[in-house]
């Protein structure tokens, strides 16, 4: 059984010794849920220390707890090298409502193939997304003498963009020894790895290049490390499909690099090859979006539709201001992007820019206000229209609430929450939220609200689109916490509830992949920083998960990135995210340009959709609390 598993922190009040033997249990009921969550968390420690006996009998107490499945679950675990086919299909059909039921069978599979048990493999295999069962798979139908069906299903699993797990590399090594490998498949391969930019695994693909395609395929790898090579025309006379290639690829690539000399290359190879039509399209449309993010729009605009490079242009256009080329752009574009809130704001810009008094700008904005989002703020603001928050009313009836607790996998989901399995608990929810109505899709939320779990609560309103439920997607958390830090900072309380939304929907025991810990998502390094600029001790990591010491010191923070950048707020939103230094380097050559042509600009995609929901969620927050802030107030209009 996997340790992490088991090493559950529990949010119970209780500590129930986990040394006690199988005679110290009881044999009556447990008398309450109280001690049945007491009886589950025992079982858990008896199977851990692998005191057999006692969990047995803990386990037969709790037959009737909601988590009983689960220890089913985790003793099957501890045995998994010894499960038998049929002790498998029986834990199977016995839970199929279980999320773990599909994870453990996986991790079941995967043991198989690792000991190449391949007839018990095949016995018990389903199909599935899952590259390693797959090739586990394959592998077993070579071992039984059915070759030719598997090299048959191998190409799709060899040419992809991304090296394959370990388990793969047997199968393709016999493959390949059948001679099953043509160059073909691998320029395949070399064209997908290097448009991830997946070098490493290219430099590794050029090996099999032994015929006529190896100095394509060296060229290929060439142009994409160097660009620039491609302006050696001499080097690349020849017209050929793999040659053409090549071009493409170099010329697309040095378009991110210097536009001019991509179009001069491009113009030149035009004329010497025969491109075919969708690969013209593709390098013109790299090109020409290239030579507009430099501020250079063609006097006649290419037939090229792609929605990608109509928004493209478009974006290019609101950057560089160039209003005129905006409003031509967005109003190329598809029926869908075009009716989104986003291109109706720029598309309301554009026209109040380009024309004095503009009515059909008035008309865009005054229909686009009465949206609840970033956009819909900015075009109220821009008309001064009040924004609107179009609120649901919140669910008072809490007998109603519990109603939702009928629900077996709900039942255990809340149960699981209890003993502190938040892992398992999100499963449960995750794969029973899509079954129920709306309803009792919104009783789940006030639910997991009540008990605490607001993060939770938060992310299946999201996930169920209950969108005007603003009592469930915006909680005043920590109420005195928060309105204390505002006050010792000055930061505005909505913008750090904001911050601490965006970051961990005020989930205190968050931890991002980057090792960003609690409720304001702080580095360890970051918060060590902050505690030695205000002069307080320096925290552990451990204590980055309690909420008064995290939100101090990321609002210190935060005030610090204030006063950086005079109190814009977007530029401390992005600089929170990203990095001081990035910012910096942004908004060098961006004195004067307007806040939300800048933010709209923010070359991080993941920054500039932070950015965006931090002032957003923060007009939320101030008119939850009866404030009507500015979405960009008079400081924060222009870049510094």
Not at 40 to 53: F, I, N, P, V
Request: with cysteine; glycine share 4%.
């Amino acid at each position: 059984m996997r340790r992490n598993e088991l090493k559950l922190t529990f949010v119970l009040c209780f500590t129930l010794s986990a040394s006690t033997g199988a005679g110290a249990a009881s044999a009556d009921e447990p008398s309450g849920l109280y001690e049945q969550r007491a009886l589950y968390r025992a079982a858990l420690d008896h199977l851990t220390a692998g005191r057999t006996s006692a969990f047995r009998n803990a386990e037969k107490r709790l037959a009737d707890y909601p988590l009983a499945p689960y220890l089913d679950y985790y003793r099957l675990q501890t045995q998994l090298s010894s499960v038998t086919d049929r002790e498998m299909r029986t834990f199977r059909d016995r839970h199929p409502d279980l999320p773990v039921s599909e994870i453990m069978f996986r991790r079941w599979l995967q043991r198989l193939g690792s000991r190449r048990e391949w007839g018990r493999y095949l016995d018990n295999y389903v199909p599935m997304d899952n590259a390693e069962l797959r090739c586990y798979y394959l592998r077993a139908l070579i071992a039984k003498g059915r070759s030719e069906e598997a090299y048959e299903a191998t190409p799709s699993l060899w040419t992809v963009a991304r090296s394959q797990p370990k388990a793969c590399d047997p199968l393709f090594d016999q493959w390949i020894a059948a001679d099953r490998l043509t160059e073909g498949i691998v320029w395949e391969r070399l064209q997908l790895a290097l448009s991830n930019n997946q070098r490493q695994l290219a430099r590794y693909l050029l090996r099999f290049f032994k015929g006529p395609l190896k100095t394509w395929a060296n060229e290929l790898y060439n142009v994409h490390v160097s660009p620039s090579e491609i302006l050696n025309f001499s080097k690349f006379s020849a017209d050929n499909p793999y040659q053409r290639s090549v071009i493409a690829h170099g010329v697309k690539h040095l378009a991110r690099e210097e536009a001019g000399d991509a179009r001069r290359a491009w113009e030149t190879y035009q004329r010497r090859q025969k491109f075919d039509e969708a690969e013209a399209l593709a390098v013109e449309e790299a090109v020409t979006l290239a030579e507009a993010r430099e501020g250079k729009f063609p006097s006649q605009p290419p037939a090229l539709t792609s929605e990608k490079f109509l928004e493209g242009m478009a974006e290019a256009a609101v950057d560089h201001e160039n209003w005129s080329e905006a409003l031509a752009w967005i109003e190329r574009l598809p029926t869908g992007a075009f009716n989104s809130n986003r291109w109706q704001y720029w598309l309301g810009r554009a026209l109040s820019q380009t024309y004095l008094n503009s009515e059909r700008a008035r008309l865009t904005y005054r229909a686009l206000a009465t949206e609840r989002d970033y956009y819909g703020f900015l075009a109220a603001e821009q008309i001064g229209y009040a924004m609107q928050l179009n609120r649901a009313p919140p669910r008072q009836d809490r007998a109603e609430i519990k109603g939702i607790e009928r629900i077996p996998a709900v039942r255990r989901a809340m149960e699981l929450y209890a003993v502190g399995d938040t892992i398992n608990a999100r499963r449960e929810w995750f794969k029973v939220l899509p079954t129920l109505e709306r309803d009792d899709q919104l009783e789940a939320a006030y639910l997991a609200q009540a008990v605490g779990w607001t993060s939770e609560s938060i992310r299946m309103v999201n996930t169920a689109k209950l969108w005007d439920h603003l009592d469930l997607r915006f909680p005043l958390a920590y109420p005195d916490l928060y309105q204390r830090v505002s006050f010792v900072t000055t930061v505005p309380e909505p913008f750090l509830l904001a911050i601490s939304r965006q970051e961990s929907l005020f989930d205190p025991r968050a931890r991002s992949s980057a090792n960003a810990r609690g409720l304001m998502q702080l580095l360890h390094s970051t918060a060590v920083l902050v505690a030695k600029r205000v002069g307080t001790t320096s925290p552990t990591t451990t204590d980055l998960y309690d909420p008064t010491i995290n939100v101090e010191l990321g609002g210190h923070h935060l005030a610090r990135l204030l006063g950086r950048y005079g109190s814009r707020r977007p530029l401390a939103a992005a600089a929170y995210n990203a990095g001081e230094h990035r910012v910096d380097r942004w908004i060098s050559n961006a004195s004067g340009k307007p806040m939300d042509v800048w933010i709209e600009s923010i070359p991080f995609r993941e920054t500039r959709k932070y950015v965006k929901n931090v002032m957003y969620f923060a007009q939320v927050y101030g008119q939850l609390q009866g404030e009507s802030p500015p979405m960009l107030n008079v400081r924060e209009a222009r870049v510094p």
